[in-house]
C-alpha cells in the first residue's frame, strides 16, 4: 500500500454550518498539490455532498460526529474519506440510484450521483444501525512550473 505523503484528520459535529468548514478545510489541505480551480470545485463539492449526507440521512434528527481524513500522495492522488456513526444504510446500491432518497420531498436523491461525478473513484461502505463511510478518490495533473 502506497504511504501518504501528508494526512490531515478533522471532526465536526453534524451541524448544517460545519458543512462549509469541512468543505473549505478539505480544501485548503488540497492546494498543497497545486489542483487547478476546476479540480478544487471538484473535490469541495463531492465534499459537502458526502458530509451533508452526514448531516441529513445518517444522523438525521440528532448531532453526532462526522470524521474527516484526507490523504495525499506523490502521484496527484488525493483520497478523502467521510464516515458517521449515524442510522447506516440498509441498500447502498438503492442509495447510489439517481434520484432515490430518504429525506423527503425537500432532497433531490442526486448526492452519491454528484460525489461520483466529480471524483475518479467513489466507494460506499454502511452497516445499519452502526453508520456509513465515503470515500472519494481524485486524481489531480501534476503540472510543472516554467
Partial sequence: MEKPINEMRLVVPSRSANESFARVAVAAFVSQLDPTLD??????????????????????????????????????????????????IADVKQAMEPLYTTGGSDRSGLGFTVMESFTDKLRV??????????????????????
Fill in 39 to 88: 479540480e478544487l470545485s471538484d473535490i469541495k463539492t463531492a465534499v459537502s455532498e458526502a458530509v451533508t449526507n452526514c448531516i441529513v440521512h445518517g444522523y438525521r434528527d440528532t448531532i453526532g460526529s462526522i470524521y474527516i481524513n484526507a490523504r495525499l500522495f506523490q502521484n496527484g492522488k488525493i483520497c478523502v474519506k467521510i464516515h458517521d456513526t449515524g442510522c447506516g
Fill in 125 to 146: 461502505r454502511s452497516t445499519p444501525g452502526k453508520g456509513t463511510t465515503v470515500t472519494l478518490e481524485k486524481h489531480i495533473e501534476r503540472r510543472t512550473h516554467d
